[in-house]
């Protein structure tokens, strides 16, 4: 019998040929597994499924990229007429339940239908898209059959007649599989899914650029061949060994370069392109001597990626020279190792070329799926690191819409309804996940369709931010609950602020209340905040009644001075006061009041002797006349005021925007920052953030390392009392 095997111009294969191909490097106990594995791929490849990739084609495709003998079973057990007339536990029984679940994987990547292109159009889309075909196969080899099995797609589609199918596939293709393609450094699948991509979606083109290029063909590729010629005996005669050769460039590669440059194909500079390999650093700029020794160079071409790497790692020599026939030549000078990296190493490089934004998780990743691709040796411990590595902190769900949300490991419907907006997060009463009605507390996984179901009005239960019934686990829905109730209790004690100076105001007979000027007595700036200031008990009865009469305010009997719990005065250390949020200001405890911790307090700036502390009902601050009352600050208690102080020590991934959000968070609990300081890890893109915060108890600040260890990208936190604080805690308790 005979199989295609593409490109068209090799020769078919027989059964006994396709054995010995697919057999070729693995050892006699594996070749034995694929021998099986191509006997049911053969079977099944009798019945005809027009248009459709067959595991035979696949597995001739994934054994030219060096795979492990695994990758080859599965892409023949792939088949999809076995994966329609084969029970899994057969494939589980005759190849072991780690090919079985890699079958499964790959069937799950064919059969996947969540692509929508309206919503790939969308900030990152596209991205958390292969996010989530990753996170839910978790398996570099199931990604290289399934792009495998692309590739003989858009193959086999040269002759289909629907012209709309070809190009819906080729637009999927270039959004979700040329990238991932690249990031596994597997080149020949991308240029190749570009190139057939590119063909469908914009075929005039694609003719054009083809015929322009080959027309010219063997003259060009005549031309660098005398070029790579002359150039290996120059470094010979020079004394340097290295590997020369042509650099191939595909047509849609030369298609985006015209289209982002904005010129013709005659003018680029790498139509005609040579790259050379060398031993070490200064061979490179040997050689680039020596290049520009024997030919003009274009100087604004020249790119020292050595010196100055590109963000993502990548080092080499760009250089353009005017070679013979006055025509451009672009060489790459790099050394081994800086060619392997440029091949397998850090992967960012598609996103410049492509547009999108950078996820640094996911590229350390993919850098470690990489790996496997060279790595025979200890390739199941790589693998093994792979599947805890990967995404283990986050999971990626859909929309009925097909978009794609983030969220962390253990999010439940709740969070995911946060996820999509607060209000239906506010008025979520029920979920669906693939269809079927699950509770509040599911715990969602990597590829679920979830729907939510929502109530016209309402908000959340408080029930929601019990850890204990496990309804949240994301820190944005726990804050949006928060907020929702901090809301309520607001307008609650607005309306009671209004209420309380509307006593105020019968009990003294008062006719009408000038709030705006009430407002500004208290420092306060508008009316609202007077009603929630009064709504909260912040302003006292008496300071009420002494505010709203004034003539009355010289009669009020002076403040005794507290005592503390032992009977005698406790003295009050500067340090202790914080003018306006500043710390260490002159500042002195007046006496005709003797405020103590824990009083509403505020500050007069004296004329000789800094600023006095004074409570807020002292009648001397009450007397104050209006020319003199922008002299008054407002001042609170420092650390004093707090039952715990400590030290953290937070280490993220450095990515824009983490110190904000774990500020904003401490901020947002309440807590006081007193000290911060960052530390840039350049070599493994961390930051360690030092910080001091300040809390009513250590209750209170364990609860927020709880909710900043759900931070995305906070790695690790490590707390200490702060010395500071326990020094002062032993000296008051002396």
Known sequence: MKHTLYPPEQPSLDDEELLVRLNRGYSEEERALIASALELAIQASQHELPGRPRGIDVALIVHQLNVDATTVQVALLSDPHIRDSIDPSVIDHRFGAKTAELVQKVNWLNTFDEYRKSETKEPNQAELLRSMLLAVVNDVRAVMVKLAYRLQRLRLMRTSPDEQIRRDIAVETLDLFTPLANRLGVGQLKWEMEDLSFRYLDPEEYRRLAKSLASNRVGREAFVQHFISELQQRLESAGIEARVFGRPKHIFSIHKKIERKDIPLEE???????????????????????????????????????????PNGYQSLHTVVIGPEGKPVEIQIRTEEMHSFAEFGVAAHWRYKEGSRQDQALDQNVNALRRILEARDDEQGILDSFRSELFEDQIFVLTPKGQVIRLRKGATPVDFAYGIHTEVGHRCRGAKVNGKMVALTHLLKSGERVEILTAKHGGPSLGWLDPHLGYVKTTHARNK??????????????????????????????????????????????????????????????????????????????????????????????????IQGVRNLVTHIARCCQPQPGDPIVGFVTVARGIAIHRQDCK??????????????????????????????????????????????????????????????????????????AGKSSAMINRTLGELAELPDVLEIRKEESAAHSASQKKMSK
């Open 268 to 310: 680029l500079y790498d139509l005609h392109a040579v790259r050379v390999i060398v031993k070490d650093v200064p061979a490179c700029y040997t050689v680039l001597g020596v290049v520009h020794s024997i030919w003009l160079h274009i100087p604004k071409e020249l790119d020292d990626y050595i010196a100055n790497p590109k």
């Open 481 to 578: 609950i928060r907020a929702w109730f901090r809301q309520q209790d607001h307008d609650r004690h607005i309306r009671a602020g209004k209420m309380l100076l509307d006593d105020a105001r019968h009990k003294l007979s008062l006719k009408e209340i000038d709030t705006e000027s009430l407002a500004k007595h208290f420092h306060l700036p508008r009316s609202e905040d007077l009603f929630l200031a009064i709504g909260r008990l912040d302003i006292t009865s008496n300071q009420l009644d002494n505010a709203l009469k004034p003539s009355e305010k010289a009669v009020r009997p002076p403040s005794t001075p507290r005592k503390t719990t032992r009977g005698v005065d406790r003295r009050i250390n500067d340090n202790e006061i914080m």
């Open 620 to 693: 001397n601050v009450l007397g104050i006349p209006a020319s003199r009352q922008n002299r008054l600050l407002d001042v609170t208690w420092g650390t004093e005021g707090y039952g715990a102080v400590v030290d953290l020590s937070i280490k993220a991934i450095d990515r824009k925007g983490i110190i904000k959000e774990i500020t904003h968070l401490l901020a947002a609990d309440g807590l006081e920052i007193l000290k911060i300081q960052n530390r840039p890890e350049v070599e493994n893109q961390r930051i360690v953030i030092s910080v001091r915060v």
